[in-house]
């Protein structure tokens, strides 16, 4: 069965940081893996999406991931945090390769100070 | 992508009582889903709103407490029957368009409170 394992439920950066969110999955097939924010009282946005093409990812407002198959992982991450990227970061996997339903981590927010 | 409208966007319940959530896509989807996410939590899959035909539940989640209607390919409602105050969260539509490798578009999500 397909899981997704976010570790750090917060993290915290000074503006103008690296940001690196932590994205551990298990699939029992080749997985398809996304990022969604959520920024406060707003519902999910994809950030990016892996779906077995480059295992590099760029997404938007400067956020990329790296799918990497021998650690099973996709951390998200952005070389230089802005306030405005305080939100709530999701990590999920399809829970098949057919894109049906995604099985969602528990989600990490990201404190960005001044 | 699609444009998902929800109604209502927010809504104080009273125990006991149901509420109908509305999910409104401008274009015709492959798939529907209904999430719940709990305070603080992340997103739980309730159900695939299948057109034409019953919905398909996850474990843990049943016909008779959250049923759901999707009488066309632009459309779905979700019930929250019988209320209780565990019944509090976010509810989310979501949709895919096209094929598997297309992603899912979420709703701005409907934030109910039971009293």
């Known amino acids: 069965a397909q899981s997704v394992t976010q570790l750090g439920s917060h993290v915290s950066v000074s503006e103008g940081a690296l940001v690196l969110l932590r994205c551990n999955y298990s699939?029992?097939?080749?997985?398809?893996l996304f990022w969604y924010v959520q920024y406060p009282n707003q519902g999910l946005q994809l950030l990016l999406k892996y779906t077995s093409a480059a295992t590099l990812v760029k997404g938007i407002n400067g956020f990329e991931a790296e799918f990497k198959k021998s650690e099973t992982s996709f951390h998200l991450t952005k070389p230089s945090a802005h306030m405005s990227d305080a939100a709530e970061y999701f990590c999920a996997v399809s829970r098949n390769q057919a894109g049906t339903a995604l099985i969602f981590g528990k989600g990490t927010t990201l404190s960005v100070s001044s | 992508s699609a444009v998902i409208s929800q109604k209502p966007s927010r809504d104080i319940c009273q125990r006991g009582t149901s509420l109908t959530i509305q999910c409104q896509v401008d274009s015709q989807v492959t798939m529907m889903f209904w999430y719940r996410q709990q305070p603080g939590q992340s997103l739980t899959l309730i159900a695939t709103a299948n057109q034409g035909s019953e919905a398909t539940y996850e474990s843990g989640f049943v016909i008779d407490k959250f049923p759901i209607s999707r009488p066309n390919l632009t459309f779905s409602t979700l019930t929250v029957s019988n209320m209780s105050p565990e019944d509090s969260s976010i509810y989310l539509c979501s949709v895919r368009i096209g094929t598997a490798l297309d992603t899912q578009y979420f709703g701005p999500g409907t934030r109910l409170t039971v009293l």
């Open positions: 699939s029992s097939v080749p997985p398809y």
